[in-house]
């Protein structure tokens, strides 16, 4: 595993915080056909309309597939996980990437990258790290400041949402017990972590 992908496993923010995780249904049919459970079962991630379901957050205000255990996440759908999951990466990832793709080819790095001026890979992995650190304290900072106030994005879980941020563990099971096949976890991360990137 690259440092980027250690560095989104132990971030995790985007499986355990962001509702809006983008499901269709093609996604549910690769769950359910993937891991042979009925179609039931893969509706219980998700929550919406057809053509508008999102990732099922309550409870541990994470993914039903998201397990978190000593500052660390597994994924238990990693290998038919939905598109969104496999697509995307927030902008600080992207910037590191593109640092990495620029530096491998002799080139300078972009000066509208915030990491350029990074001397080796080890202080970029060093100012990524940092970035991804404030990025989810803020965040928890947001949470907790704004918890009661107005004009705040406020889930129903939000006191479940500050103790995942704040490192709460939890075990979800995907495919559901009881089912034929057994997922085995994989680390989770919303980035494309892991050999099924992209
Ligand atoms: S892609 Fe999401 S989970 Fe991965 S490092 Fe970025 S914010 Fe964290
Ligand atoms: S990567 Fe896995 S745990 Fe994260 S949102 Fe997607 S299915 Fe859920």
Not at 25 to 32: A, I, K, P, S, V
Not at 145 to 170: V, W
Request: net charge negative; aromatic share 8%.
């Amino acid at each position: 595993m690259s440092w980027t992908d250690e560095i989104c496993v132990s971030c995790g923010l985007c499986c355990t915080s962001l509702s809006l995780v983008r499901i269709t249904e093609d996604d549910l049919e690769r769950l359910r056909r993937g891991y042979q459970v009925t179609r039931e079962q893969a509706r219980r991630m998700v929550r919406g309309d057809p053509g508008e379901f999102t990732i099922l957050m309550e409870k541990t205000a994470a993914c039903p597939a998201l397990s978190s255990k000593g500052g660390s996440y597994r994924c238990q759908a990693y290998e038919h996980r939905p598109g969104i999951c496999r697509e995307y990466e927030c902008y600080i990832l992207a910037f590191a990437k593109e640092w990495l793709k620029q530096r491998g080819a002799h080139q300078s790095v972009d000066e509208r990258n915030p990491f350029h001026s990074a001397a080796d890979e080890e202080e970029l992995a060093r100012q990524v790290r940092e970035s991804i650190q404030r990025m989810r304290a803020s965040f928890l900072h947001d949470c907790v400041t704004h918890q009661n106030g107005e004009g705040f994005r406020r889930p129903d879980f939000m006191p479940e949402l500050i103790q995942t941020l704040s490192g709460a563990e939890f075990a979800h099971s995907f495919p559901p017990a009881g089912t034929q096949s057994a997922a085995s976890g994989r680390p989770g991360g919303h980035g494309p972590t892991g050999s099924e990137a992209g």
